[in-house]
């Protein structure tokens, strides 16, 4: 639940950094050693990030954790 209060807090802050951090990181699976980086990779990314609303993508999060009360 840490990872997903922690996203839902980037996503209320930043947007537009919260979609280039989980795309260069964890999602693409460039943050693993030896891994080659694609920049279009990215910027495609988040450019379907940034095209969604900021209470869309909260939304969205909402329904990953199953709408719980307490999220």
């Known amino acids: 639940m840490e990872v997903f209060d922690g996203y839902r807090t980037a ?3 930043n ?4 979609f280039r951090d ?3 990181g ?15 990779v990215l910027q495609n990314w988040w450019r379907q ?8 993508a909260l939304r969205w999060h909402q ?3 199953g709408n719980r009360p307490d999220r």
């Open 26 to 40: 964890p999602f693409s699976g460039f943050n693993r050693e030896g891994a080659a980086v694609h920049e279009g």
């Open 63 to 65: 329904g990953l954790l």
């Open 22 to 24: 989980v795309a260069s």
């Open 49 to 56: 990030g940034m095209m969604g609303s900021r209470q869309g």
């Open 15 to 18: 947007r537009g950094q919260f």
């Open 11 to 13: 996503l209320a802050g």
